[in-house]
């Protein structure tokens, strides 16, 4: 992942390409922040191995405390995010993948039992495994395997790795979720607000956003709107909103040419100052020497 991955919100752009729907991501986090991973959410599925450090996992508007050893799994259109405690390392590796790379051409046994149930909210899976939970071992043992293959040249191992994703997949389906998790999954009116609310800042970000237009445009009171968004994105409606912007910046200072004053009134900062300041607190650096650096960047 790169820097200007910070911007995501809704990740549109396809983890690896649709003649074989899977990425591996290796990811280090920045420890000068606590929020390491932005809320965001995509159509494929996720499995997340935290390889070191410690945090917390916000899924759809649950925390789940995580440590080195770790497994989560992200379902499709799952708003998820991390944080830890600035200063602290967490790194961690991830597959992403689309649901067509396992499912069926027709209509059989296993689209129907294992797939389809899934992708209704029939079949709902576990998000988080500790070491001592069944299945970690076999979850571990293929991601593992997944990893290696992928790093190898996965080009030659293709058939390899969609073996692992069904191994996968199966285990998933024998240990679902538990019944009050089905509860808590089941009620979906927060996480869809969430998604409104995130796809309305990308969408405007370029103009002016304020709490008191942002609460009344999803009929709120500003209190009830600041504490909603805090407890759903895990940061202020400011800071989300700087982080955004920032992570637009950065895409358009190694894309444009375009002075760093135009860039930064196009990305909704009036006062260049300002923009200056933020920049440097998300990326350590001035947007000037940030373009320089990445200058030479495919």
């Known amino acids: 992942m790169k820097k200007t991955d910070i911007r995501t919100i809704h990740e549109t752009v396809l983890h690896g390409d649709l003649r ?12 000068s922040r606590s929020e390491r991973v932005t809320s965001h959410w995509h159509e494929e599925y996720e499995l997340l191995y935290l390889t070191e450090g410690t945090g917390t996992a916000h899924v759809n508007g649950r925390s789940l405390p995580v440590s080195a050893g770790d497994i989560l799994f992200f379902s499709s259109g799952e ?11 967490l790194t961690f590796y991830a597959v992403v993948f689309g649901l ?18 899934q992708t209704t909210g029939e079949l709902l899976f576990q998000t988080f495994f500790s070491r001592d939970a069944p299945p ?12 290696s293959l992928y790093q190898k040249d996965f080009s030659s191992h293709e058939l390899l790795i969609k073996a692992e994703l069904l191994r996968i997949w199966h285990y998933l389906c024998r240990y679902p979720a538990t019944e009050a998790l089905r509860v808590y999954q089941r009620d979906d009116s927060r996480v869809l607000l969430t998604k409104k609310i995130l796809r309305f800042i990308q969408e405007h970000y370029s103009s002016v956003l304020t709490l008191e237009g942002l609460s009344s445009a999803f ?20 800071e989300y ?8 910046a950065c ?14 009134t196009g990305c909704g900062y009036s006062n ?9 607190k998300y990326m350590h650096c001035t947007p000037g020497e940030y373009r320089k650096a990445h200058a030479s960047c495919p």
């Open 219 to 238: 009929h709120m009171s500003e209190g009830q709107f600041c504490r909603f968004f805090k407890s759903q994105v895990h940061m202020t409606l400011i």
């Open 100 to 117: 067509e790379l396992i499912s069926s051409y027709g209509n059989d046994d296993i689209q129907q039992k294992y797939i389809h149930r």
């Open 241 to 248: 909103i700087n982080y955004y912007r920032i992570g637009i």
């Open 20 to 31: 074989f729907h899977l990425m591996v991501h290796e990811y280090t986090s920045d420890p």
């Open 79 to 89: 708003v998820h995010s991390i944080s830890a405690p600035p200063g602290l390392p």
């Open 251 to 264: 895409d358009q200072l190694l894309t444009d040419s375009e002075p760093v004053s135009t860039i930064a």
């Open 272 to 280: 260049i100052s300002y923009f200056n300041r933020t920049f440097r």
């Open 136 to 147: 970690y071992q076999e979850l571990c043992s293929s991601l593992e395997a997944i990893r």
